[in-house]
C-alpha cells in the first residue's frame, strides 16, 4: 500500500508526540521543525554513549567531514538550496552563518562553534526532549529515521527488516587538520580563487608546487600503504547489490584519485586555476588550498584531501607538499562507512515510508549527499511528520526548486544509476524557451534557474 498521501486525523486534547532519530543535521532540523509547529519532540542521540568511530564529540549536528557547506553562491546549485533553506526558516542555516568563518565564495563555518549553538538552540525548545540512548528497532508510533551514515548496526537490521532488502554501503573519506602556526608562510600564501573571498588577501591558504614537486608527491602518494578495510569489505560482501561503486565520486579519497591517472589531481582538487602566486605573478603547476576550519583562524584542513593513508604515511608524504614540511597535524584522515537506502523503491517525495505514512527519513541515508541536502531533507521530514500529526496534507516541493529536485531524484532515479546526489543544476527541468537563446552564457543561465526556484519556492509557500 502507499501511504504518502495518509493523514493523521488528531482528536483535540491528546498529545501528538514525534520520536526523531539521530541528532545530526537532517535530525536536528527536523526536530526544530516539528518542534516549531506545536509537536512534542523526542530526539535520541546515541552519542556519547555509543561511538560511531568518525564523531569526536557529543554536541548535535557535529559535521564529520568539512567543515564548508559548500558555495554559497546565488547562482550556484549548492548556494541556491541554501537561499531556499533560508527562506523556509531553517535553524542550521542561521547557526552556519552566524558562525561562518572566511571561506571566499563558500559558506564554512568553525565546526565547534556551529554544533555548540545547534545542541543550545535544541536544548533550549520547550517542545524538544533530547534523549541520550541508543534506539535498536523502528519505533511503532510517528517518527523521522535520521540516523545517517554510520547508523548502529541494530538499527540497520531492523531498517533492513523493514525495508524487505539489503542495504548499500559505500566508503567516504574525511580530510586531515593542519595548525597555522606549523604552515611555512615563506612559502605559501593567502588567495582566493579569482580573488573572491571576504578576508584582506584571500581566505584560502596555498601550497604552490611546481611540475617536479607535485610529480614527486604523486609518486609518494601512489607509493603509501593504506589502512586495509577489511571490515568494511566483510560489509560490502554482504550488503551491497551488484554494480554498487565501493566510494562515492563526489568524495573520493586523493590516493584512489591519483591512480586515475598522474595529472588527474592537477586537474581536480589540486587545480590551480584563479589562483596566481603573488609573489612571482604566475600560476604554479598546481595548488594545495588549506581552508580555516575554526573561528579563532588557528587551524586548516586540507581541502578535497580525504584519505585512507596510514597516519605515519600521512605525515610525510603531506609534508611533501610546499609550506607543510613541519605540519603540524590535529587530525589525521581516515574512512569510514556510509549507509544509505535504496530510496526510489521505498519512499515517497514527500520522505514518507511507501508502507507506513507515519514514518519518515531523512539525511545522508537516504541518498542525498552534502551537508545543505541533508539539513534540507530533514526540514521537510520534520515539516511533513508534524502535518501528519496534525492532520495536514504532506508537502512535496515544486521540482523547479533545488530542494524539490533532490527529493524527486533520490525517489525516481533507476536502481542502475542510484547512488548519493547533491545539489546540482542538472537535477531541475530545463528552462522554457527564454532560455536557449544562443547568447546566453552558463552563469546566465544559472542565475535563471535560480531565480525560477525561488519565485517557485516564494508562491508554493504562499499557497499552503
Not at 562515492?248 to 581536480?268: Q, S
Amino acid at each position: 500500500m502507499n501511504a504518502c498521501n495518509n493523514m493523521k486525523l488528531v482528536q483535540w486534547g491528546i498529545m501528538v508526540e514525534l520520536t526523531i532519530i539521530g541528532g545530526g543535521l537532517a535530525g536536528s532540523e527536523a526536530a526544530w521543525q516539528a518542534a516549531q509547529r506545536g509537536v512534542q519532540v523526542r530526539l535520541y542521540e546515541m552519542r556519547p554513549h555509543v561511538e560511531t568511530g568518525a564523531h569526536t564529540g557529543a554536541d548535535l549536528a557535529e559535521l564529520v567531514c568539512s567543515n564548508s557547506l559548500g558555495s554559497d553562491l546565488p547562482d550556484r546549485a549548492p548556494g541556491l538550496l541554501k537561499n531556499e533553506l533560508r527562506r523556509m526558516g531553517s535553524l542550521l542555516l542561521e547557526c552556519a552563518d552566524q558562525t561562518a568563518v572566511p571561506a571566499g565564495g563558500a559558506l564554512a563555518v568553525d565546526r565547534q562553534a556551529f554544533s555548540r549553538l545547534v545542541t543550545s538552540r535544541i536544548r533550549e525548545h520547550p517542545n524538544i526532549e533530547v534523549i541520550r540512548q541508543e534506539v535498536a528497532s523502528i519505533p511503532d508510533g510517528p517518527a523521522v529515521i535520521a540516523s545517517g551514515p554510520l547508523t548502529s548496526p541494530d538499527l540497520s537490521e531492523a531498517i533492513a527488516r523493514l525495508a524487505g532488502r539489503e542495504h548499500l554501503y559505500f566508503f567516504d573519506a574525511i580530510s586531515p587538520i593542519v595548525t597555522l602556526e606549523s604552515i611555512n608562510m615563506d612559502i605559501a600564501y593567502r588567495a582566493s580563487r579569482y580573488d573572491r573571498g571576504d578576508q584582506v588577501g584571500g581566505d584560502y591558504i596555498n601550497c604552490p608546487m611546481t611540475e617536479a614537486e607535485y610529480d614527486a608527491f604523486v609518486d609518494a602518494l601512489l607509493s603509501a600503504e593504506r589502512i586495509e578495510l577489511k571490515s568494511f569489505e566483510q560489509q560490502l560482501e554482504s550488503g551491497v547489490r551488484a554494480g554498487m561503486h565501493t566510494f562515492f565520486e563526489g568524495c573520493l579519497p586523493v590516493e584512489v584519485i591519483a591512480r586515475r591517472g598522474r595529472k588527474t589531481l592537477a586537474f581536480g582538487p589540486l587545480r590551480p586555476v584563479g589562483l596566481a602566486d603573488p609573489r612571482t605573478g604566475r600560476r604554479p603547476y598546481a595548488v594545495v588550498q588549506l581552508r580555516q576550519d575554526d573561528l579563532a583562524g588557528m587551524i586548516y584542513n586540507l581541502v578535497g584531501f580525504q584519505t585512507n593513508l596510514k597516519f605515519p604515511e600521512q605525515r610525510r608524504v603531506f609534508r611533501m607538499i610546499p609550506g607543510l614540511e613541519r605540519a603540524e597535524f590535529v587530525r589525521y584522515g581516515q574512512m569510514h562507512r556510509n549507509t544509505f537506502i535504496f530510496s526510489p523503491a521505498l519512499l515517497c517525495p514527500t520522505l514518507q515510508f511507501r508502507r507506513r505514512g507515519d514514518l519518515f527519513f531523512s539525511g545522508q541515508i537516504t541518498g542525498i549527499e552534502g551537508y545543505a541536502g541533508n539539513i534540507g531533507t530533514g526540514l521537510l521530514a520534520g515539516w511533513n511528520a508534524a502535518r501528519y500529526l496534525l492532520g495536514q496534507s504532506p508537502l512535496q516541493f515544486p521540482e523547479e526548486t533545488m530542494l524539490g529536485a533532490l527529493c524527486h531524484y533520490i525517489t525516481h532515479a533507476s536502481a542502475a544509476d542510484f547512488q548519493p546526489m547533491k545539489a546540482n543544476f542538472g537535477l531541475l527541468p530545463p528552462l522554457g524557451e527564454e532560455g536557449r537563446g544562443q547568447r546566453k552564457s552558463r552563469r546566465v543561465r544559472q542565475q535563471m534557474y535560480a531565480e525560477r526556484a525561488l519565485s517557485v519556492l516564494d508562491a508554493y509557500l504562499i499557497a499552503q
